[in-house]
């Protein structure tokens, strides 16, 4: 038996939950509720990080580590390794691309992935080398070095650099259910990526957990959060590699808490499965990265326009006066939202006919202001034996039991509720059906939320671990489960939406996805606050979901809990049209939060920023379409571009939206000059025209009505006229703006 290694993890508690009120939604008493509510968000926000203070000691575990493998004969595109307890499989799929498996057992389960869609590759030269005790894999461009006692994986590339290797002393190892893996960390080496987390842009010297939660309130420290994505990018003197540990139970990652030498990830159960991508250029593991779990589709053009929601609009008389202030300001949307409170009773796929008389009539008359309608749609099915979703859903057998083989039951909004089990093919079949109603009243589009599965009243704030799913006919625990819940009903409203209308392209947003998640819904980083922190806060976290595949993506502009300064929401939604996912949206209780909503002057600012989106539409819509073809993120971090640039690297503050645009938002109260550093080219500054030579910093006027925008030297930006909604009229005239550099400059 190996020595115990100790393991620390920051153990995360959410900051505070959302007001359970199941049969209410009277706006005055929200406002009273909403008071009590700032207070109890400073005060939990104090525990959870006395919490996690705590949660930084070492658990202790009995880890098996192999000691020694024999090593079957090499196959077409790999090896198999195994001692009398465990066996490894090292498999080739692309010459840049390597799959590792390790399981306690004599032999493998199902080899099957809910993030994975690209199984069949072109067979990979690999040659084989056996020396001494090691045996070599090579490829065109990386070598695979597997020491057989103890048993170790280390990866070079052709040159014969180490790129990546196992810790010295630790490797693959597991205790129990439980698998984990140690790498070496070198001083120099930095880590992006790990889907939506807080903190700053690098994630070295922190560790992070795996598990989707309702995080009303989170901050800067609160972990996890609402989405699984357990893959980052590796960065070492201008050279990357990925890591993609594909693992749906609660897993963690420690980039260096533990020791500074060695980082680690691992999971609760399962197999210990990765996937290494080599770079060395941190846009071609992505490439490769998102070719193995597929990309986000091409979005219709209304879906990136600007989008207007608050938790809630009604009645009817209120949504079309939103409507009504939009196009008499001028001021350009394409989206409004419906939250809970248009549905009866908190039952999805239900309209509250006293707030909502006529849907279809107001649908269609919002349409022709230009108008989309997006409706909530949760998971939660009301207990209630007259409705129709909770009766098909008891005939058909669709909802997650407990072990004993009787429905699950939570409560969430509606009161006590069943939960779909989305991992079942036929009852996403069933849940893709129930969207025909809504559709066929008008709706546009949907936004799923408290898909983590969310729970309330009780601590987990989740199901309970042994709560039954069907996985694909395993009869799988929840603890297996959870991280892809959320996406899987991502899937099933996707395919509800494309069987209802083939010929349009469907617009989900949702709280709560997995690695591969971006194959179905765009993504929003759920319940933040009204706080300049939380400004700052989310550029580097949008940075990050970007590398981790996730394109379409955006945080609530002006903040979600509490409410806005003037100057913070204006400042925010500079930032926010450079969102891949631009919409405002807000708590109830707090003030409104519409771009009219702060005063003459700030409306003007507002519609201005707005209005710039508009303008740079064609240009926004060709870098999608090359983020749908490659995976490589719209919102980009200078790292992507400039690997090899360590000022560029650690920018957290700034990037490149799309390939010749270079965003550096106002992130602090009160500034009007701000320090933009600017990389490696020529650039111009998008409001002057000014040339500025690149590799240094720069400070210029950023007054309240302008965020420093920079053009990169040769670009050429497409660009139309004004338009109140994305389809109001033809792009006529397709302007191009042409920034010269070189020759071209005479």
């Given at each position: 038996m190996n020595d115990g290694r100790g393991i620390m993890k920051r153990e995360s508690r959410p900051i505070a939950e959302r007001e359970l009120d199941y049969h209410t939604a009277d706006i005055p008493l929200a406002r009273k509720r909403c008071d009590l509510s700032r207070l109890r968000f400073f005060l939990f926000h104090l525990v959870a990080v006395l919490i996690w203070l705590s949660a930084l000691v070492p658990l202790r575990a009995e880890w098996r580590f192999i000691g020694g493998v024999q090593a079957a004969q090499p196959e077409a595109n790999g090896i198999t390794l195994h001692d009398s307890q465990a066996v490894v499989s090292v498999?080739?799929?692309?010459?840049?691309?390597?799959?590792?498996?390790?399981?306690?057992?004599?032999?493998?389960?199902?080899?099957?992935?809910?993030?994975?869609?690209?199984?069949?590759?072109?067979?990979?030269?690999?040659?084989?080398?056996?020396?001494?005790?090691?045996?070599?894999?090579?490829t065109s461009e990386i070598e695979v070095r597997l020491q057989l006692s103890p048993f170790r994986v280390a990866f070079y590339d052709r040159a014969g650099r180490l790129i990546s290797k196992d810790a010295d002393g630790l490797g693959p190892a597991w205790d129990g259910a439980r698998v984990r893996c140690w790498k070496w960390m070198p001083p120099d080496e930095h880590y992006f990526g790990l889907g939506e987390k807080g903190g700053l842009l690098d994630k070295r010297g922190h560790a992070y957990v795996m598990w989707n939660t309702d995080a009303y309130g989170w901050g800067d420290t609160t972990d996890p959060l609402y989405v699984t994505v357990p893959f980052f990018i590796g960065l070492r003197s201008g050279r990357a590699y990925g890591i993609f540990f594909d693992n749906t139970w609660r897993s963690s990652f420690d980039m260096g808490v533990e020791s500074p030498d060695h980082y680690s990830f691992g999971a609760e159960g399962g197999e210990l499965n990765y996937y290494f991508f080599y770079g060395p250029d941190p846009k071609k593991v992505i490439e490769r990265y998102t070719e193995l779990v597929g990309r986000m589709s091409l979005p219709a053009r209304w879906t990136i326009g600007y989008h207007q929601s608050r938790y809630s609009y009604y009645p009817e008389s209120n949504v079309r006066l939103i409507a009504d202030n939009f196009r008499?300001?001028?001021?350009?949307?394409?989206?409004?939202?419906?939250?809970?409170h248009y549905?009866?009773?908190?039952?999805?796929?239900?309209?509250?006919?006293?707030?909502?008389?006529?849907?279809?009539?107001?649908?269609?008359?919002?349409?022709?202001?230009?108008?989309?309608?997006?409706?909530?749609?949760?998971?939660?099915?009301?207990?209630?034996?007259?409705?129709?979703?909770?009766?098909q859903g008891l005939a058909g057998n669709y909802f997650v039991k407990k072990p004993d083989g009787k429905v699950?039951?939570?409560?969430?909004?509606?009161?006590?509720s069943a939960f779909p089990d989305f991992t079942s093919d036929r009852v996403r079949q069933w849940w893709a059906s129930l969207y025909k109603g809504?559709?066929?009243?008008?709706?546009?589009?949907?936004?799923?939320?408290?898909?983590?599965?969310?729970?309330?009243?009780?601590?987990s704030k989740t199901m309970d671990p042994d709560a039954v799913f069907d996985d694909r006919g395993r009869r799988s625990p929840h603890a297996k489960v959870h991280n892809v819940y959320g996406m899987l009903m991502s899937e099933g409203t996707r395919d509800g939406m494309l069987k209802a209308r083939p010929n349009e392209r469907p617009l989900v947003i949702t709280r709560d996805t997995y690695a591969g998640g971006q194959r179905y819904a765009a993504v929003w980083t759920g319940d933040n606050s009204s706080l300049w922190d939380h400004l700052r806060l989310s550029l580097p976290q949008l940075m990050n979901m970007g590398i981790s595949g996730l394109t379409l993506t955006g945080a609530d502009i002006g903040g979600f809990a509490l409410s806005p300064s003037p100057e913070l929401y204006t400042r925010w939604l500079e930032a926010g049209v450079f969102d891949p996912y631009c919409r405002t949206h807000t708590a109830i209780g707090s003030r409104d939060q519409e771009p009219w909503s702060f005063g003459y002057r700030m409306e003007q600012i507002n519609r201005r920023s707005i209005e710039l989106r508009y303008r740079l539409l064609p240009y926004l819509y060709n870098a999608f379409r090359e983020a749908a073809d490659t995976g490589v993120p719209i919102m980009r971090a200078l790292l992507l571009d400039y690997p090899d640039d360590p000022r560029a690297v650690e920018q957290n503050y700034e990037f490149l939206f799309g390939n010749d645009l270079l965003v550096a938002p106002v992130v602090k109260s009160d500034e009007t000059r701000w320090a933009v550093y600017l990389p490696r080219g020529l650039w111009y500054d998008f409001w002057t025209d000014r040339a500025y030579e690149g590799s240094r910093t720069v400070t210029i006027e950023a007054p309240l009505d302008r965020i420093p925008i920079f053009v990169r030297g040769g670009a050429i930006l497409p660009t139309e006229q004004p338009l109140n909604y994305t389809d109001q009229a033809p792009v006529d005239p397709l302007t191009f703006e042409i920034s010269p550099r070189g020759d071209s400059a005479r």
């Open positions: 498999t080739v799929l692309a010459p840049d691309l390597v799959r590792l498996r390790l399981i306690p057992r004599p032999s493998f389960g199902p080899d099957d992935s809910y993030a994975v869609i690209k199984t069949e590759w072109p067979q990979a030269r690999i040659q084989f080398e056996s020396q001494g005790g090691s045996r070599i894999l090579r008499q300001r001028h001021i350009p949307c394409d989206a409004l939202f419906l939250d809970i549905m009866d009773g908190y039952r999805v796929f239900t309209w509250d006919k006293s707030r909502f008389p006529d849907p279809p009539r107001l649908l269609s008359d919002l349409r022709r202001q230009g108008f989309r309608v997006v409706t909530i749609i949760d998971p939660g099915i009301k207990t209630d034996p007259t409705y129709g979703a909770y009766q699950y039951v939570g409560k969430v909004w509606p009161g006590e809504l559709i066929s009243d008008g709706v546009a589009g949907f936004w799923n939320d408290m898909n983590e599965p969310a729970v309330f009243e009780v601590p």
